[in-house]
């Protein structure tokens, strides 16, 4: 268990961090004026990249189909998982049990009908599982992607996000895979909060002979949540103190050169935390891809099996289907992505 005083650090830690990505100047790293989709398919838009992955994307990308072996990408949603504190993790809870009519046989709401049901709960964060980030969910200054006024992310009573919810790609990410196994590429492991590189991405893809096509789904194997499941409490503990592997920012004109959809890593934020040179700086590269390119971000994922059977056979792409939870107004949604080979 994480420590009240531990989740109250960290919370504070990024509550600050956010603050500075919100208000900090245009990324220097990355000045939105070069790296900028606001506009490519129209004003109004409110699906970002989403709109790579065309129906011929998708026509093409079934064609990928070949054994019809499917793996989830997905962790259990259960209290066991890695969560980004301040959020807490996912709590199941049982609201009709069989010991209830056990106890009580009369109990059942359908009166004297034989039929009974158990029923039940799921209370988390939308973002506390495998996921997908919506285009609402981040951004610096006081505009989101293509323009959309800060304001216009409301509290829950009065819509959440009125514009670019999750439900503006309910039926999105279906489409082509990308795995780009670094764990592999790098001998078999990844030190403490390395900094995955464009040249790291580069060459993953050329010694697995992979291809990126525009519309492409890119989802890149760090193997930081498989460590997560083999932590002790205490080192569950210290895990969100400590540096995290992710992509770093030099990756972020490269994605949007290739014109991905989405990318999702099996990590905590797909990209390195705290940032590699600018620590001060929390999560940039959330602020590049969703505010400035509208690019779709996963975050973690589960990729051990499909990992090795891509070792195996040699073909790390796939049919990948990623849909989100048709929750109007959210700003993500836990998902269950499906590769299918």
């Given at each position: 268990m994480i420590s009240k005083a531990l989740v109250l650090v960290l919370a504070s830690n990024l509550a600050v961090g956010i603050a500075v990505m919100a208000h900090a100047e245009g990324p220097a790293l990355h000045p939105h004026e070069k790296l900028n989709n606001w506009g490519k398919w129209g004003d109004d838009d409110q699906r970002g990249a989403a709109n790579y992955i065309t129906p011929e994307r998708i026509v093409a990308a079934a064609r990928l189909i070949q054994t019809g072996k499917t793996f989830s990408l997905a962790i259990p949603i259960d209290s066991n998982g890695p969560v980004f504190p301040p959020r807490l993790p996912p709590h199941h809870t049982m609201e009709i049990t069989g010991a209830d009519y056990v106890a009580d046989p009369g109990a059942s709401p359908f009166g004297k009908s034989p039929i009974r049901f158990a029923d039940d709960y799921i209370y988390m964060p939308l973002q506390g599982s495998t996921q997908w980030d919506a285009l609402s969910h981040?951004?610096?200054?006081?505009?989101?992607?293509?323009?959309?006024?800060?304001?216009?992310?409301?509290?829950?009573?009065?819509?959440?996000?009125?514009?670019?919810?999750?439900?503006?790609?309910?039926?999105?990410?279906?489409?082509?895979?990308?795995?780009?196994?670094?764990?592999?590429?790098?001998?078999?492991?990844?030190?403490?909060?390395?900094?995955?590189?464009?040249?790291?991405?580069?060459?993953?893809?050329?010694?697995?002979?992979?291809?990126?096509?525009?519309?492409?789904?890119?989802?890149?194997?760090?193997?930081?949540?498989?460590?997560?499941?083999?932590?002790?409490?205490?080192?569950?503990?210290?895990?969100?103190?400590?540096?995290?592997?992710?992509?770093?920012?030099?990756?972020?004109?490269?994605?949007?050169?290739?014109?991905?959809?989405?990318?999702?890593?099996?990590?905590?934020?797909?990209?390195?935390?705290?940032?590699?040179?600018?620590?001060?700086?929390?999560?940039?590269?959330?602020?590049?891809?969703?505010?400035?390119?509208?690019?779709?971000?996963?975050?973690?994922?589960?990729?051990?099996?499909?990992?090795?059977?891509?070792?195996?056979?040699?073909?790390?792409?796939?049919?990948?289907?990623?849909?989100?939870?048709?929750?109007?107004?959210?700003?993500?949604?836990?998902?269950?992505?499906?590769?299918?080979?």
């Open positions: 981040g951004w610096y200054g006081e505009s989101l992607y293509n323009g959309v006024p800060e304001a216009a992310i409301r509290s829950s009573g009065a819509g959440g996000a009125t514009k670019l919810g999750i439900e503006n790609v309910k039926t999105s990410f279906l489409g082509r895979g990308v795995l780009v196994d670094i764990v592999r590429f790098k001998g078999g492991s990844l030190p403490e909060g390395y900094t995955i590189t464009r040249a790291d991405l580069e060459g993953a893809l050329a010694k697995q002979k992979s291809k990126l096509l525009p519309g492409d789904i890119l989802v890149i194997r760090t193997g930081l949540v498989e460590s997560w499941y083999d932590l002790d409490p205490v080192g569950r503990a210290s895990f969100f103190l400590n540096p995290m592997t992710g992509i770093g920012s030099d990756t972020v004109p490269w994605i949007h050169e290739q014109r991905l959809a989405g990318v999702a890593a099996d990590n905590i934020a797909l990209e390195r935390v705290p940032h590699e040179r600018a620590p001060e700086l929390a999560l940039p590269v959330h602020g590049n891809l969703l505010r400035d390119l509208g690019v779709y971000i996963g975050e973690i994922w589960w990729l051990e099996e499909l990992a090795k059977d891509c070792a195996q056979d040699g073909r790390y792409e796939f049919f990948l289907a990623a849909q989100p939870l048709y929750i109007p107004g959210a700003v993500g949604s836990p998902l269950n992505p499906i590769a299918v080979k």
